[in-house]
């Protein structure tokens, strides 16, 4: 099992940049795909980006590609997200999430953080 756990949130005005962790306990950290969504109240989960076991390969929404970054540390089980020229479209709770496929899809995800806010103001 894989525990996850999101920091970082928080209120920034457009334009500026947050990075969002993800903590993960469970010694299978490495094993998994990783990752991030966002929803927005009365919407479904949206992804965003998601990087596989190693880190050599990832994917993004178009939303936000060019503008944020994935990246893992598996030695410290680790998760990230680089958010930049952030957009009040951003507004959203944050979710880290662990799969054994990568993929886009919500449901192909086993284990989910509890979320961290992300409040971009214009």
């Known amino acids: 099992q894989v525990q996850l756990v999101e920091s970082g949130g928080g209120l920034v005005q457009a334009g500026g940049s947050l990075r969002l962790s993800c903590a993960a306990s469970g010694r299978t950290f490495s094993s998994y795909r990783m990752g991030w969504f966002r929803q927005v109240p009365g919407k479904e989960r949206e992804f965003v980006a998601a990087?596989?076991?190693?880190?050599?390969?990832?994917m993004y929404a178009d939303s936000v590609k060019g503008r944020f970054a994935i990246a893992r540390d598996n030695a410290k089980n680790m998760l990230y997200l680089q958010m930049n020229s952030l957009k009040p479209e951003d507004t959203a709770v944050y979710y880290c999430a662990a799969a054994i496929s990568l993929s886009r899809v919500p449901r192909d995800y086993d284990y989910w953080g509890q979320g961290t806010q992300v409040t971009v103001s214009s």
């Open positions: 990087i596989t076991w190693s880190g050599s390969s990832t």
